[in-house]
């Protein structure tokens, strides 16, 4: 940390190191202004790791450039070289309050896993960790050894961090830790595809960058702990099957989701400045994590906008729309095609694969980070990053324009603000997104094969439609809409219950009629026969004897609005009658006594 120490922040970092080397409220939680310059003194924060889950946002790696109350570390030059440091903590910044980026609070925490840039990283939600792996040492920093790392949040913006053990190690051993790799994630696995090694990465290689470009796909089971390295050999039509520095993100279509790759740059195994081609949006490539096949689609554009520039270095973020739509938003980057570092955000909407663009720019930035946030899902946080340093297109930079690095888009309106909210609603498509969707758009698309066009389309779902919001043109028509469907389906279904409801009484008062006319007819015509029929009824008087009886004549019985009718006059004592109460029941069992 580079002009930043003093006698007092010395005896703090000896007392803490003395004490465990925390300074804990019980969650490992420590302050450090180092590493928390505050609004004033932030200057920018490139390659950060930012995660969201459990309501905090946690930010990690990179390194971090500042100001010493309000002065430049090494000039006063707005636009110049500035000198930075590794992030030696993990910060958290809490996500149930609102902020602005002038007003945002981070805290640090403790961390002793290495430190590093341009780390992969993945989130397991069900635990609240998230993983770490790759990235580069920073400055001349010697490169750790080849480690995965976990960070075990607590819910309270604190946690820690851990190494896990490697089950198979051998399996391990074998891979490279990689730089610039796309990586994305499923609920249980983790995916690197490509990236580059380097003296940098891996203390064996001497080559130092762009050194050697990966081929293959990476992936880690978070269960099971299980590493694969997958061929690539249908990725890409060069053949190459590299990529360094582009997106992948997981999108929920296809019976086993699939991973969309995009972006970046490819080159032969022994990269060159030269050699290195940044890629063309007009075909993106998808990969079944089950089947584990490859697949490519042609892009489109609308409104006469162009696809993204070839570019490297952009944050993305995806976001499930309500009318069965995915939409990608694309942020920033360097492009060698346009000569510049971007501040265009690019959305992608499937399953159109159709781009838009949002007229609303952000500042141009490269080597930031993007993560949706609020219970709406509707706000995409874009933190850190620059605008000019090693390896992009300007060798300086100049401070972050936006407070403390932190900008907040509005995904449904396609606008930058700097403030965030907790509560905002729920994410909705663009109104250019929902308006051609709705003009039939889908039937426009030109699938690559059957095969793809069976994984994106269902015949009987509709994509797109009316909703909070629908185009400018038409929304105050789409709500009036609303209103008057709800009316409508409101009274429509007041009198399809009202008729059910009906019906049900009147099938009832039926079937108890007919059943009340039944009995009647059956007790009018019944005319019970002698039994046993013309022979004298047997009666029992003492169990075990028998009788012959004379034939009784009995009264006939007159039933309350039943016509009356004569019973035959002789032998119609047929209902056996019960023997008389004896002092000794069933004289054939033994003689003994039973309770009942």
């Known amino acids: 940390m580079k002009g930043l120490c003093s006698p007092l922040v010395l005896l703090v970092a000896v007392l803490g190191r003395l004490g465990g080397g925390s300074w804990a409220d019980g969650h490992s939680l420590v302050r450090r202004g180092a590493n928390i310059p505050g609004p004033e003194n932030f200057v920018r924060h490139r390659y950060p790791t930012v995660v969201a889950f459990d309501d905090y946002l946690y930010i990690d790696g990179g390194e971090l450039l500042q100001q010493v109350n309000g002065t430049e570390t090494n000039s006063t030059q707005l636009s110049q070289s500035y000198s930075s440091y590794a992030l030696n903590s993990t910060l958290s910044l ?12 981070f805290r640090s925490i403790q961390k002793t896993a290495p430190l590093l ?95 050697y470009a990966l081929p293959g796909l990476v992936s880690y089971d978070f269960q099971t702990s299980q590493w694969t390295n997958i061929s690539t050999v249908g990725y890409q039509g060069s053949g190459y099957g590299t990529n360094l520095n582009g997106r992948a993100e997981y ?73 069965n739509t995915y939409e990608i938003f694309i942020y920033g980057g360097t492009s060698d095609q346009l000569g510049v570092i971007t501040s265009d955000v690019y959305v992608l909407s499937l399953p159109g694969f159709v781009f838009f663009r949002a007229n609303s720019a952000g500042t141009p930035r490269a080597d930031h980070a993007c993560v ?6 509707r706000q995409m946080l874009s933190y850190g990053g620059v605008d000019g340093g090693s390896g992009l297109r300007s060798s300086t930079t ?47 698309v030109v699938w690559s094969s059957d095969e793809v066009k069976q994984l994106f389309v269902n015949g009987t779902i509709t994509y797109g439609g009316n909703s909070n919001s629908s185009s400018t043109e038409n929304s105050d028509d ?83 609005g039943i016509a009356r009718g004569e019973l035959p006059g002789e032998d119609v004592d047929w209902a056996y009658e019960l023997p008389v109460p004896t002092p000794r029941m069933r004289p054939e069992l033994p003689d003994r006594k039973y309770t009942f």
């Open 94 to 105: 809490g996500l149930n309050e609102s902020w602005t980026n002038e007003t945002a609070e």
């Open 117 to 211: 840039d341009q780390q992969i990283y993945w989130t397991d939600t069900r635990i609240n960790t998230f993983y770490t792996w790759g990235g580069k040492a920073v400055g001349s920093a010697t490169p750790p050894a080849n480690e995965l790392w976990l960070f075990n949040g607590d819910g309270t913006g604190g946690g820690a961090w851990s190494q896990v053990p490697q089950g198979d190690f051998r399996d391990f051993s074998r891979l490279r830790r990689p730089v610039g790799s796309s990586f994305t994630q499923t609920a249980h696995a983790g995916y690197a595809l490509g990236g580059q090694v380097t003296s940098e990465t891996d203390s064996s290689i001497q080559k130092a960058n762009p050194g």
């Open 251 to 323: 999108i929920p279509f296809g019976p086993n989701g699939l991973l969309l790759f995009f972006g970046g740059a490819e080159t032969p195994v022994d990269a060159t400045d030269e050699s290195i081609v940044q890629l063309l949006w007009n075909m993106l490539w998808l990969y079944d994590p089950v089947t584990g096949k490859w697949y490519n689609q042609m892009t489109t554009t609308t409104g006469g906008i162009p696809r993204p520039p070839q570019m490297e270095r952009a944050c993305s973020v995806g976001v499930e729309g309500p009318n």
């Open 372 to 377: 949706v946030v609020g219970k709406g899902k």
């Open 398 to 444: 100049t401070p972050d324009p936006w407070r403390q690095g932190l900008g907040i888009f509005d995904m449904t309106e396609m606008r930058w603000t700097d403030s965030y909210d907790p509560n905002a609603i729920n994410y909705e498509p663009p109104a250019d997104v929902n308006s051609w969707y709705v003009r039939g758009g889908m039937d426009k």
């Open 478 to 560: 789409s709500r009036s809409g609303r209103r008057i469907g709800g009316i409508v389906g409101g009274t429509v279904g007041g009198v399809i219950v009202l008729t059910a409801a009906c019906a049900g009484t009147f099938v009832l008062l039926r079937r108890r009629r007919r059943r009340q006319s039944a009995v009647s007819e059956e007790i009018s015509e019944y005319r019970p026969e002698p039994w046993p029929k013309d022979t004298p009824r047997l009666r029992s008087t003492t169990p075990g004897t028998m009788m012959t009886l004379e034939p009784t004549p009995i009264e006939p019985v007159e039933i309350s």
